[in-house]
């Protein structure tokens, strides 16, 4: 069969079926499959091609195409219509599942410092971040905490060898930026941090912080805590409460831990307050002088505050997650439950 | 550390609720916590039940009258089935306390009869866990007395002080005392403890005492007991040190051990007769000396380690543990106390190093109080003498060659609320330094303040702002109700991509993971380069000892998890630094950004959706991610050299090397115990940041004129690679050909076993008019010509 008579024995096939189609006596699946599937009337036209001479080619291969595009668009055109023409070939069961995606997700921890930098970065704070490894330098010395400190014992630090070592909180960013620039500075800087603890249920060998700095002329204690009772409010919602008692940290003076009214029970004691009303969720202080000596600020001229704030501790409280090692296991069933 | 509620009360009597007293001391900057040890209850009297009558309104119910004494009885309602007239009970007022105040007696009315108090049962006491009935008491008790007293019920409350590093002065009850005096606003006499006096003492001895490092032992006191007797210590003694959990060994070391944990002194006893040569000298180590300490332990010392020593030996490294040479034991009858300040440095050093850890040394390391030695003594004597008898030698020593200067600070008032942000008045400040014991000099517009010996702590202005901050109470500063931002001082986020791509790649199906950065080292060896690698030198445990150079491992490790849970298809991404050594840093180390990527199992399966998950439809799903943040024409080159890895190929953009894609081979999954098939792809996103472009990519211009799409199909040998036909397909033309797609790729049999068949469609438009179609077909005769030329191509 020449090329020609092939296009018009196609033709005709394609008229009655169009009729067929119409009194619903051919379903429109195998309709289009007869003409556009991978094995349909139409695919058969190419091959032909290499029968003809070389002169008529062009001129054939115009003519296949024509009759696919009228074809396809027909086709096309019928099946967008089906709802019009019959419900019986639309045979859709609208309770069937839609296609299924993965469920992706957003790590718990993510969503916290993601929230907590939006708070901070409304009113003024940016974002920079410092070395996981960092030398004893910058997580201890320049905070004023000396060599053979009490305070040292307050964290297990994991060495990588005298001088160097896994930095045990995120203060050290502090140093690395103020070293690097000049007040007035308002700043905020998560990430991963390392203690050498025994992993159990409430503590693991590593975990996330933010730490904030903000230095400026006349910055007073009463701003420390407008600002951080703005951020336990914009965190835990507008009823809650803080509370400071003083504490110590070597890099701050005055020190203190700040505590919100427990959110679980409201205040009137549960389990997760230990019955006192209050959860601690992070530690504050007015910079030390001593710090501003070693990046060379005119502690005449400057003053300032500093905070830590715990992620894993925040997102336990915020997703009731009992053991803080699920953070990183990867368990899909965890993670998924996470919502953007 | 622990504290006694009784005890305290020897220095100051409150009269706060044990609630009350943990909440001040927490407000004061001692956090703590209490628990109850002994009774719960409080106010509860001993009554007689007079009377003794049905209730009307009640089948179970009787109405009493307690008689408390001649003048006062009260109308109680109560359920007890054992009462009954005439019999002595324990009676809870109103106004009394039971389960540690948190029950409250209040005046009631039960069944329409007011009740006037409670009869109590043992549980309700905490005494016992009897609740069948109240408790009946013997008639030798007093009507009215108090029950606890008549009782014999010592009753305390034991307070836990998380304690910080900074207030070694309240290590002690006297120190944790003076905060409890500023919460009651009352002062310590300090003849509590300064003024003792001794027995007559006709003994002598002859003793010398020699300093010879005085820079670690500023001052040294002694005192010598003659003829003591060693015994269980008495009652007293032993409930106070069990009370806050102390175990009692005998009369001299428990009353000594009592010292240390009422002043927070820690002073040790010798045995005189084991001191040879009657001298001690305070000496640093001499080198490869050794001691054997009160534990049995051989200790080898150095240099710096600071011992007590006789005329030869060491009988104690000082501030530490003494030796088992010269320790008090049964025969005991002479003995040396010596009371010293030294210094904290030194002793934090040697126990550090030594590794010896003990109430003593855990005092000195945070610095004692140098003008307590001598009190201390006194009352220790006061104590062993009158616990064990024997009688003091007449002379004190008390080394103490360079004296302590007294501290002052200067003190600006206006200063102080200007760093605070509050008004606080002159008169409140003084009032709140004479509750430290803080000593102060008005001078034009400051205080001169004297620091007492205890609160080495406080050294500089700001230290007493603290001060000031927290006996004025922290919540009683008001919080700042703005602030203004200064522009100049916005840093850009270095780290913004990240957001990014989690949110890309979490809307995309993926989930985000964290895993531990610690690994051992089989896996530092799977994922990278050893050589490069980081370890710790003071690691947990053998399973973290190196920081982790690549997120292969973590991400495995999860697959592994959730393969276990019977996961059969899944995505997984993890953001996270890597670390390598080198040689250039400070630290030696470096540190980069990367982000893994984990596609496990065979094909979706869904109804509507059968995807295979392979190597093509995770490329795909990198290729999109890039190009989402602006990364395009980045080039995939297989890497045949990779262990590890069935298939792998490195991304590049341009020479820039941006990370990989693989399918990870059966013996690399089987260090995983993974048994489902995977794919893994780690990109730097340093890298990836740099290779964004950053111009603005402007929009093409809106009015452009349409394109024509044009599709061949060819038949081609199966080694000829998809990049040669679309570099070759797009060299042909760069005018109006726009671009070219493989729609379909199809391998059969039947056709030619050695052969595909690719179908192609390529998009044409002009910026400048409508094409037309003859102009197209030139084109697309041209590229079939050169497929044919190039690649034996054959159209379809
Ligand atoms: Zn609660």
């Known amino acids: 069969m020449n090329l020609n008579d092939k296009i018009q024995a196609i033709n005709d096939s394609f008229s009655k079926d169009k009729k067929n189609f119409k009194s619903n006596s051919i379903k429109f699946d195998d309709f289009k499959n007869k003409y556009l599937g991978r094995k349909g009337l139409l695919s058969e036209l190419y091959p032909l091609l290499n029968s003809v001479s070389d002169s008529d080619k062009p001129e054939c291969g115009k003519k296949i195409n024509s009759i696919k595009n009228v074809i396809t668009k027909e086709i096309h055109s019928l099946g967008n219509n089906l709802s019009d023409l019959s419900n019986n070939a639309l045979n859709i069961d609208s309770s069937m599942p839609g296609t299924e995606k993965f469920s992706g997700s957003i790590h718990p921890l993510t969503k916290i410092i993601d929230e907590i930098k939006s708070i901070f970065n409304r009113i003024g704070f940016s974002t920079i971040y410092g070395p996981e490894v960092d030398t004893d330098y910058y997580n201890f010395e320049a905070l004023n905490i000396p060599k053979d400190h009490p305070a040292r014992d307050m964290q297990d630090t994991f060495y990588i060898n005298k001088e160097t070592l896994l930095r045990t909180h995120t203060s050290s960013s502090q140093i690395h930026f103020m070293e690097k620039n000049q007040p007035p500075l308002r700043i905020i800087s998560p990430g991963r941090v390392y203690r050498n603890e025994d992993i159990s249920v409430r503590s693991y060998c590593l975990f996330h912080q933010i730490e904030g700095l903000y230095i400026d002329k006349n910055v007073k204690f009463s701003d420390l805590k407008g600002t951080l009772d703005y951020f336990a409010k914009s965190l835990f919602g507008e009823n809650v409460k803080t509370r400071f008692r003083p504490s110590y940290f070597p890099f701050t003076e005055p020190s203190a831990e700040m505590d919100v009214s427990c959110i679980f029970c409201k205040s009137k004691g549960c389990n997760i307050c230990k019955q006192s009303g209050w959860i601690e969720i992070l530690g504050c202080g007015m910079v030390d002088p001593e710090v501003f000596k070693f990046v060379d600020y005119d502690v005449d001229i400057w003053s300032g505050f500093a905070f830590g704030i715990g992620i894993e501790r925040i997102a336990m409280l915020k997703y009731g997650v009992k053991d803080i090692r699920i953070f990183y296991n990867g368990d899909i069933q965890f993670l998924e439950q996470i919502k953007l | ?796």
């Open chain 2, 1 to 796: 550390m622990k504290v006694s509620l009784n005890w305290l009360q020897n220095y100051v009597k409150t009269t706060l609720t044990p609630s009350e007293l943990a909440e001040g001391l927490t407000d004061l900057g001692l956090e703590c916590t209490y628990e109850k040890y002994g009774n719960s209850f409080s106010n509860v009297v001993v009554g007689e039940v007079t009377e003794c009558n049905p209730h009307e309104n009640s089948d179970h119910l009787f109405v009493c009258k307690v008689q408390v004494d001649k003048k006062s009885s009260f109308n109680v309602v109560c359920g007890a089935q054992n009462v009954r007239s005439g019999i002595l009970v324990p009676f809870a007022k109103i106004g009394a306390t039971l389960d540690f105040g948190k029950f409250k007696i209040k005046e009631t009315k039960i069944r329409g009869i007011i009740s006037e108090g409670m009869i109590c049962s043992e549980r309700e006491l905490g005494l016992g866990d009897n609740h069948e009935g109240i408790m009946i008491l013997d008639d030798k008790h007093v009507r009215g007395s108090d029950f606890r007293k008549t009782m014999n019920l010592e009753e305390d409350i034991i307070y836990d002080i998380d304690l910080t590093p900074n207030r070694g002065d309240c290590l002690g009850h006297l120190g944790v005392a003076r905060e409890l005096a500023i919460l009651e606003k009352k002062r310590i006499e300090k003849s509590d403890y300064e003024s003792i006096e001794f027995k007559k003492a006709k003994v002598k001895e002859k003793f010398a005492i020699k300093i010879s490092s005085q820079n670690n032992c500023k001052r040294y006191a002694a005192c010598i007991i003659k003829g003591v007797k060693v015994k269980e210590s008495p009652p007293w003694l032993k409930e106070n040190l069990e009370s806050i959990g102390q175990k009692s060994i005998n009369n001299i070391i428990d009353a000594a051990n009592y010292i240390l944990m009422d002043l927070g002194h820690p002073m040790h006893t010798f045995d005189l007769d084991k001191i040879k040569s009657s001298s001690i000298d305070v000496r640093c180590a001499k080198k490869g000396e050794e001691i054997v300490t009160l534990d049995g332990v051989k200790q080898s010392l150095s240099t710096n380690n600071l011992l007590i020593c006789d005329g030869s030996n060491p009988i104690a490294i000082a501030g530490i543990i003494g030796g088992n040479n010269s320790g008090i034991d049964e025969k005991t009858t002479n003995i040396l106390i010596e009371s010293a300040y030294f210094n904290p440095v030194n002793i934090r050093k040697s126990s550090k190093q030594l590794g010896i850890s003990t109430e003593a040394s855990k005092r000195f390391e945070r610095d004692t109080d140098i003008d307590i030695l001598i009190p201390a003594l006194n009352k220790l004597c006061a104590i062993i003498l009158e616990l064990a008898g024997g009688e003091t030698v007449p002379k004190i020593f008390d080394i103490y060659p360079r004296k302590s200067t007294i501290r002052k600070i200067s003190f600006n008032i206006k200063k102080c609320n200007q760093f605070l942000g509050s008004e606080i008045s002159l008169q409140s400040i003084k009032n709140i330094f004479d509750s430290l014991n803080i000593l102060y000099d008005k001078k034009s517009d400051s205080l001169e303040c004297t620091i007492p010996s205890f609160r080495n702590d406080l050294n500089r202005e700001v230290d007493l702002y603290e001060e000031v901050a927290r006996v004025f109470g922290y919540n009683n500063i008001d919080n700042s109700s703005s602030c203004a931002i200064t522009f100049s001082s916005f840093v850009a986020d270095e780290r913004n991509i990240d957001s990014q791509i989690r949110l890309l790649l979490s809307s995309n199906g993926f989930n985000e993971q964290y895993s531990n950065s610690l690994l051992n080292k089989k896996e530092i060896d799977i994922a990278g380069i050893e050589e490069n690698s980081i370890m710790i030198s003071n690691p947990l445990n053998k399973e973290m000892e190196y920081l982790r150079n690549s997120l292969f491992c973590g991400l495995m490790k999860a697959v592994k998890f959730n393969e276990n849970r019977q996961e059969k298809l899944f995505k997984l991404f993890e953001i996270g630094a890597i670390h390598f050594s080198n040689n250039f840093t400070k630290t030696g180390t470096s540190e980069s950004f990367s982000l893994g990527l984990v596609w496990y199992g065979e094909e979706c399966d869904n109804w509507s959706n059968k995807d295979c998950i392979d190597f093509y439809y995770a490329k795909g799903e990198v290729s999109h991610l890039l190009q989402s943040i602006g990364i395009d024409n980045i080039t995939f080159k297989e890497d045949n050299s990779s262990e590890g890895f069935d298939v792998l190929c490195n991304i590049y953009l341009g020479k820039n090397h941006l990370g990989y894609i693989g399918v990870p081979n059966k013996k690399n999954k089987s260090q995983f115990a993974i048994k489902g098939s995977l794919l893994f792809s780690e990109l730097n996103i340093d890298s990836i940041k740099k290779s964004i472009n950053k111009k603005d990519s402007k929009i093409s211009s809106w009015n452009y004129f349409p394109f024509i799409n044009r599709d061949i199909s060819i038949l081609v040998s199966k080694e000829v690679k998809f990049s040669d036909i679309e570099k070759l397909i797009l060299s042909t033309d760069n005018t109006i050909l726009k671009g070219v797609r493989l729609f379909d790729l199809y391998e059969d049999n039947k056709l030619d076993e050695n052969k595909k068949s690719m179908s192609f469609r390529m998009k044409f438009q002009s910026i400048e008019r409508t094409l037309k179609d003859e102009e197209v077909d030139v084109i697309i005769n041209k590229i079939v010509d050169k497929l044919k030329n190039k690649f034996d191509a054959v159209q379809r």
